[in-house]
C-alpha cells in the first residue's frame, strides 16, 4: 500500500541529481570476538543478511505515476533482493585505514537506485590490523543523520555476551521496534507540512512568527548570525559541486573537549566548533584562500532531540538551525572560542523562543538561499547564506556490542551540496568525539589535511586554556 511521502523528504529526491546524491552514510569499526575463526566475517556477512524479518522502513521505495497524481509516495518493493543492499566486500593491500576511507569515498560517491529500498550496507575485511568495517548509507529523504544514529544503538548491546542482535535492517525481535516520534505539535508530516506553509508566509500569523522573524532578520541584516544568516562572505568551498567524494576521520577523547569547556565555561559543542573554526582557518590560509570577513556555519538542530531519546521506526526528518559566525578572522584560538560561545548562545536564546514549528519554518527560510542560488545557477553572483555545514550527532557513551563483536568507533558521512562543497559531521562514542569529513574530491582540495589541523587546533585550545 503507497503512502504519501512528507514535503521534507519530497525535498530531498527532489533536489538530488548526479553531482549531488542525498544520502547519510556511517562507517563503524568492530573488533572480532574473542575465539572467532578465520570465517567470521563471512559469517556476520551472513548474518547482517539474513535477518528474521526486515523492518518496514528498509521495504520501501520512492514512487510516482500518473496514479498517484505526480506525487511521489513511498510504495512496497515487491521484488525486495536483500542481497543487492548487504554487500561483502575487502580491501586491497596493504589494508591501511587509507584504503578504507578511500572505498567509503567512492561507494558515499554513487546514488541509490530509486527502484528500490534507498539504502545499502557493506561489510568489509580485509584491514591488516584485523578488524572489521561496516558502511551504511541510507538516503536523507528515508531518515536523517539522529535517527540513524539511534536506529544503529538501538540494535547494540552492553552485554557482550548477547547474541540475538538483529542487523540495523532487521524487525526486533519480541515488538521493540521502535515507534514514530511525535512532537508537541503532532507527527513528522504534520511539524514538516505546517513549517512549509510558515515559510511561505502562509500562516506566519498563525504559527505566532512575525515577533521573532522581524527580530532575527534584523540580525542577519547586521550580520549578526542567530537563527538566520543572509549572507557569508565567498570561499572555494561556496561553488558547483561534482559528484565524486572524498572522506576523511578520526577521533578524539572527550574529556580533552570537556576538559577545555570547564576552563572556559563553554560548552563541549562549543569547542567542537572552535577546532572546526581553528582547522578551517589554517587550510585556507595554506590555499592563500581565507576570506577576510568570518565563515558562518550551519548548525542543525534536530527538533525529535527536545522530545524523545526514541528513534523513528517510519524514519522522517525534523531539523531546525543556528548559523554561526566561526570567527576565522581571528588569529587567537581563545578569542575564536569566545565569539563562537556567544554566537551559539544567541542562536539558541533565538530558537529556545520558538516552537518546532517555527523553527523549521525559520530554518526553511534561512535555507531558501542555499537551494535556490545553485537551482539558478547564481554561485559566484550571490553571497552564500553560510559557508559550511557543521552537525554534531550524540552517540552511546559507553562500550557496546554487536553479537560479541566490540564496536571500536563509529563515524559519520554526510551530504555536501552544490554551492556547500564541505560537511563536518561529529558523532561521540564511548568517551571519543569522532569527527566524519565529506567533500568533494574536486572542490576541496587535500581534504585529509583537516586532520591534521583539528588535532592542531585541539592542542591549541588546550594551551589557550591553560591545560
Given amino acids: ?40 566475517v563471512r559469517e556476520m556477512f551472513q548474518a547482517m543478511s539474513s535477518p528474521e524479518e526486515v523492518a518496514p522502513l528498509f521495504l520501501k521505495h520512492p514512487h510516482r505515476s500518473v496514479r498517484t497524481g505526480g506525487q511521489l509516495v513511498w510504495k512496497p518493493d515487491e521484488q525486495f533482493d536483500i542481497e543487492h543492499h548487504v554487500r561483502h566486500s575487502a580491501l586491497p593491500g596493504p589494508g591501511r585505514v587509507r584504503e578504507l576511507l578511500e572505498l567509503c569515498s567512492r561507494l558515499h560517491g554513487t546514488r541509490l537506485a530509486r527502484e528500490r529500498p534507498l539504502w545499502e550496507a557493506h561489510v568489509i575485511e580485509g584491514l591488516r590490523d584485523g578488524r572489521v568495517a561496516m558502511y551504511t548509507k541510507t538516503h536523507h529523504a528515508l531518515i536523517d543523520g539522529v535517527s540513524a544514529m539511534r536506529l544503529l544503538a538501538s540494535v547494540l548491546s552492553t552485554d557482550p555476551d548477547q547474541r540475538d542482535m538483529p542487523p540495523p535492517w532487521g524487525a526486533r525481535p519480541g ?4 515507534r514514530p516520534v511525535l512532537t508537541d505539535d503532532g507527527g513528522i508530516s504534520e511539524v514538516t507540512m505546517t513549517a512549509l506553509r510558515s515559510a511561505l508566509g502562509i500562516t506566519a500569523e498563525a504559527a505566532g512568527m512575525p515577533g521573532a522573524l522581524v527580530k532575527t532578520i534584523r540580525k542577519g541584516l547586521r550580520n549578526e548570525t542567530s537563527a538566520l544568516s543572509l549572507y557569508a562572505p565567498r570561499t572555494i568551498l561556496n561553488q558547483s559541486i561534482t559528484g565524486s567524494r572524498r572522506f576523511a576521520a578520526q577521533d578524539w577523547p572527550v574529556e580533552r573537549l570537556r576538559a577545555i569547556g570547564r576552563s572556559t565555561g563553554t560548552t563541549i559543542n562549543d569547542v567542537v566548533m572552535a577546532m572546526c573554526s581553528g582547522a578551517m582557518r589554517t587550510y585556507l590560509l595554506e590555499l592563500d584562500a581565507l576570506p577576510d570577513a568570518p565563515l558562518v ?19 522522517g526528518n525534523a531539523v531546525g538551525a543556528v548559523m554561526v559566525q566561526l570567527a576565522t578572522d581571528q588569529a587567537d584560538p581563545a ?16 530558537l529556545s523562543s520558538m516552537t518546532p514549528v517555527q ?13 535556490l542560488t545553485p537551482m539558478l545557477r547564481m554561485q559566484g553572483i550571490v553571497r552564500p547564506p553560510y559557508n559550511l555545514i557543521i552537525s554534531n550527532v550524540p552517540g552511546p557513551r559507553s562500550t557496546h556490542y554487536w553479537n560479541g563483536a566490540q564496536l571500536l568507533g563509529s563515524y559519520p558521512l554526510s551530504i555536501p551540496i552544490n554551492g556547500m562543497a564541505l560537511n ?5 562514542y564511548d568517551g571519543n568525539m569522532a569527527f566524519g569529513l565529506t567533500g568533494c574530491r574536486r572542490t576541496v582540495p587535500h581534504l585529509q589535511r583537516l586532520l591534521g589541523h583539528l588535532d592542531d587546533e585541539l592542542r591549541n585550545l588546550e594551551t589557550a586554556a591553560g591545560l
Fill in 424 to 428: 563536518i559531521t561529529c558523532t561521540s
Fill in 335 to 350: 578569542r575564536r572560542l569566545g565569539t563562537i560561545h556567544r554566537s551559539m548562545k544567541d542562536g539558541k536564546e533565538a
Fill in 297 to 315: 556555519a550551519m548548525v542543525p538542530v534536530g527538533l525529535n532531540a527536545k522530545h524523545s531519546q526514541v528513534a523513528s521506526a517510519e524514519g
Fill in 1 to 40: 500500500m503507497a503512502t504519501p511521502i512528507d514535503p521534507t523528504a519530497a525535498g530531498f529526491l527532489l533536489a538530488e541529481n548526479r553531482n549531488m546524491p542525498m544520502h547519510v552514510g556511517g562507517l563503524q569499526l568492530f573488533k572480532k570476538p574473542e575465539g572467532a575463526g578465520r570465517t567470521y
Fill in 359 to 371: 523553527i523549521l519554518a525559520m530554518s526553511a527560510i534561512g535555507q531558501a538561499p542555499a537551494i
Fill in 175 to 178: 515488538g521493540r521496534t521502535p
